[in-house]
């Protein structure tokens, strides 16, 4: 097996980044009760200022007034690292979310699909530049020789054993990742690298730092198997932003809609699914105000969506300033991809159906797009109905009838025509007693004086008092 690991030095701190409007912008975390705040991690432009991680609020304000603020949260930052797990499954079956701060995947099996190494690793940096985290990336045999190797490089790749062991031998021993504080120990103790450490005595070794530091050192060189705990995806997608202002228009929810709907259609690929139907949450201090997005058909473009949401969005009344933008998508049926050819002319130019009809049915609601399917009803005026949007019905092939028009009126109007001419008929229709609106009529094709074909009935056995029913074309 080869292994990458993914270690994502700053997770927090991106996943507030990636929302904000101007991320060059100096910003911090912050943590630690009101009256001690200190910085728990600061962006590059408040570092070039001089602001660190562990600094006291005042100090910072002291150097930077008009650095901008956001709180810590442990819990953001697991449902983070959660999600990127998930993004990291659509690369290989085997990814494990078990340390904080990093991932690890087995990437040998993915090779004949994705292409050798330096070619998945570019995929894996350019997708993680998209979504908004920074990252080094580091291959070993091992999980934990990956760990290592990308605390130290960004970029090394070992791939055979022997090499890999040589390198590991070289690690100080504060950066060998060792349980708990093993390694600042050790290195008090003189010990300075993995070579003398695995010189050392073991039952010394297992007396002082306990059982922990062998397994981890056998586990590192592969000389034991790591259990590692793997990443399972789940079945809904549930994401939210906190704004950390008070919104009131609707541009300004755009931007955090953008993120929220290409963080859904990410977990869509992963899943290799669409979604049909979901819930876009405005919060506010007390309430909440829900908008509904309801497709006809799965769907996963993330350009698509976004339309779609937005365009719903803008007919809703935001009754009071929002906080923050939860978005819940629970019903993720199977996607299937419309049927396209393989030379499609000015692709640029053109809008699938299914794309083009979903933002028919934003911009003009959703009864605006609507399909017909057969009744079985010998009547005219009930022989279709409307089809909603998701409904599927086996049609029945249509029985035989003569020829019927295309253009059928709302309502049989009397036919005012000295001189109509019968062309066809009658076709005779007796139905309808079962529900109170009995049709007893003979229908015939008639050329009127002005040479137009009309499609009209007159009653039982009589060829007057037309009234007409439709027109062919």
Same mark, same amino acid.
């Given at each position: ?63 930077? +007034? ?37 991932? /690890? ?35 070993? +045999? ?84 790591? +259990?590692? /705990? ?16 008070? /919104? ?226």
């Amino acid at each position: 097996m080869l292994w990458a690991c993914i270690l994502l030095p700053q997770l927090a701190l991106d996943a507030v980044l990636r929302r904000c409007p101007d991320p060059d912008a100096p910003l911090a975390l912050v943590t630690g009760p009101a009256q001690l705040r200190t910085l728990h991690a600061v962006n590059a432009a408040a570092a070039q200022a001089g602001l660190r991680a562990g600094m006291r609020l005042t100090a910072a304000y002291a150097l930077l +007034p008009d650095l901008a603020l956001a709180e810590y949260e442990p819990q953001a930052e697991a449902r983070w690292h959660r999600f990127l797990a998930a993004w990291a499954y659509r690369h290989s079956s085997l990814v494990s979310a078990q340390w904080p701060g990093c991932l /690890v995947l087995e990437v040998r099996a993915s090779f004949r699909l994705l292409g050798p190494w330096p070619r998945f690793e570019a995929r894996l940096r350019e997708e993680l530049h998209a979504l908004g985290f920074s990252h080094r990336i580091a291959l070993a +045999p091992t999980p934990r020789a990956a760990r290592v190797f990308a605390g130290l490089r960004d970029g090394l790749a070992m791939m055979q054993a022997p090499g890999m062991n040589e390198v590991l031998d070289r690690v100080p021993i504060r950066r060998a990742v060792l349980p708990d504080d093993a390694g600042e120990r050790l290195h008090r103790m003189g010990i300075r690298d993995l070579r003398t450490l695995r010189g050392l005595p073991r039952d010394s070794l297992r007396r002082r730092f306990g059982l922990e530091v062998l397994e981890h050192l056998d586990r590192l060189y592969g000389e034991a198997d790591d +259990p590692l /705990v793997h990443y399972a995806p789940p079945d809904y997608f549930d994401a939210r932003v906190e704004l950390g202002y008070e /919104v009131e228009s609707h541009t300004a929810l755009l931007f955090p809609l953008r993120r929220l709907i290409g963080d859904l259609c990410t977990y869509l690929s992963i899943r290799d699914g669409g979604v049909q139907r979901f819930l876009l949450r405005l919060e506010h201090e007390e309430s909440h105000t829900d908008v509904e997005v309801g497709l006809l058909s799965a769907e996963r473009e993330p350009a698509m969506l976004f339309e779609l949401t937005r365009n719903r969005l803008e007919r809703v009344s935001i009754p009071a300033p929002v906080v923050a933008v939860r978005l819940l998508a629970r019903e993720l049926p199977p996607f299937v991809p419309a049927v396209r050819d393989l030379f499609d002319l000015r692709a640029q130019q053109t809008l699938p159906w299914p794309q083009l009809r979903e933002r028919l049915r934003a911009r003009l609601g959703d009864d605006a797009v609507h399909q017909v399917t057969p009744t079985g009803d010998p009547r005219p005026e009930r022989a279709w109905r409307r089809l909603r949007g998701g409904d599927h019905v086996d049609i029945a092939p249509a029985p035989a009838r003569p020829p019927r028009p295309a253009w059928l009126l709302p309502q049989p109007i009397p036919l005012r025509d000295p001189r109509p001419r019968i062309l066809s008929g009658p076709e005779r229709l007796e139905s309808g007693w079962w529900d109170g609106e009995d049709a007893r009529r003979d229908y015939y094709v008639l050329e009127t004086s002005q040479g137009q074909r009309a499609w009209a009935f007159a009653p039982p056995g009589e060829r007057e008092h037309w009234m007409l029913h439709g027109w062919f074309a």
